[in-house]
């Protein structure tokens, strides 16, 4: 069994959260109106476009509110995918010493057998 890095765990706290706040947000918007549905598969700027259109359709004090609370929920989504970075540059370092050693390792084994090979 091969133990995980501390940095993967890391990431996949990250991701959770990530995926967590995404659908704090979905719960921010408006919903499509009746007989609308989005399409999964659209980019982000038609999606942007949908939901501009939806949000300058409401009451001036709800579209204040949803303004502000998407505001801040991409502000927590830019902090989030720094962290992300951040795991995934850290998880990589991991990776690279993994392979250094298990390169050492092997190394060593081979030569070890080698050796042994010598004296026989």
Do not use: C, W
């Amino acid at each position: 069994m091969t133990k995980k890095p501390a940095s993967a765990q890391v990431i996949s706290l990250s991701e959770r959260r990530f995926e967590r706040r995404i659908e704090e947000i979905r719960e921010i918007l408006p919903p499509a109106p009746p007989g609308e549905s989005v399409d999964p598969d659209l980019d982000a700027r038609q999606l942007a476009e949908i939901l501009a259109r939806q949000i300058a359709e409401l009451p001036d004090d709800q579209r204040r509110l949803v303004r502000r609370r998407v505001s801040v929920a991409i502000g927590d989504l830019e902090t989030l995918i720094d962290e992300l970075e951040s795991d995934l540059a850290s998880l990589a370092k991991d990776l690279r010493a993994l392979n250094h050693h298990d390169g050492a390792a092997k190394a060593y084994r081979q030569g070890s057998t080698t050796a042994n090979d010598h004296r026989s």
